[in-house]
């Protein structure tokens, strides 16, 4: 990775360290309530209950993307990486592969009626 590049990399890590918790986009929060809700939580959870689940959220994908830049190519995350940090997971690594082939099944089936759109004209 180029030199300005890190520097870049550490400026952003730098800024998301050094916000208050407080005015983070709140970037998952209707997703995350919902989310509860379905899981057994009140309809309208707790704020801070919200705020923490999406800090963990956030720590996670963060780490993981770290990881998967570490993993491959470097600097650059393949859907091939995500699937090897993951693979001793049976529940992630299951749900990625129905996802990965429910992706497939969509692309093709779009593929397909354009297609037919195009053929029809």
Avoid: H, W
């Avoid at 689940?53 to 570490?70: F, N, R, S």
């Amino acid at each position: 990775m180029a030199e300005s590049e890190k520097e870049q990399g550490a400026e952003f890590e730098d800024e998301e360290e050094d916000t208050p918790l407080d005015k983070r986009k709140k970037i998952f929060s209707k997703e995350l309530r919902c989310m509860m809700y379905g899981f057994g939580d009140d309809q309208n959870p707790y704020t801070e209950s919200v705020d923490l689940l999406q800090d963990l959220v956030i720590e996670y994908i963060t780490e993981m993307t770290k990881k998967a830049m570490d993993t491959g190519r470097p600097g650059r995350i393949q859907v091939e990486d995500i699937i090897f940090l993951i693979r001793k997971d049976p529940k992630k690594y299951s749900r990625v592969r129905e996802l990965l082939l429910m992706n497939e099944e969509l692309r093709k089936a779009r593929k397909a009626f354009d297609e037919i759109k195009f053929a029809t004209k």
